[in-house]
């Protein structure tokens, strides 16, 4: 865990104040795809279920108001850059596509009105569609610049599949807010009963407790 930790860091650091350059760079882009929806859309399977939360809502068309939705940019069926409408520096997400890899960058405005990388998901990929890995971070910054209360958060996700491939369960570990705050590890467990896709979770409790909870349901189709 520990090489991933300083591995998404070297990401966080390199791309840090990239904002203009990876702006300039999906600008040119042209005939692409564009999505409307209330949400960004989701960086990977599950997603929103593991943090249980509703699936994003796409729109037929544009919403008449800028307010509170995301727009989304498409080339050959893949999202590399969502914003939000009213302002891009209240959110603006670009995805850079490796081989087997998919890097999430996250971009909002600091406390100095600076457009700077908030978040970052690092998905690795066994093949084009089976996760080995999610590497996640996230880097509050002090307002003052002072580093003993930066707000530091790191969390990896492994998966593991049945014999068909699909995922039978995902080991969560890392920390929270500071790398003392050690998060005791959380297993999310998949069960598929007919097209219905359920998902438990695990996580060992200040008590001592590890009582196993159903925590989101959804339809394989």
Known sequence: M????KFIRKIFKEYKFSYPDLFNEIDAIENETVIWSNTYLEFYTFENALNQLKKPKIYKNKPESNESFIVNKLKENKV???YHAENKAWGSVFII???NVKTCLIYSNNDDDEIVLNKVFYISYKNESI?????YYMMDEDVEGDKEFDEET???DEYLYNKN?????IIRNGFYERKKNVLSTRTFRFDYINDKVLIYSTQVKKN???VEELIFTLSER
């Not at 520990?2 to 930790?5: I, R």
């Not at 996760?131 to 590497?135: E, H």
């Not at 491939?165 to 369960?169: P, T, Y």
């Open 165 to 169: 491939d699909k995922i039978d369960s």
């Open 208 to 210: 001592g407790s590890d």
């Open 80 to 82: 590399y850059y969502s």
């Open 2 to 5: 520990k090489d991933d930790y």
């Open 131 to 135: 996760i080995d890995k999610i590497l």
């Open 154 to 156: 790191f969390m990896i």
């Open 97 to 99: 596509y490796g081989n």
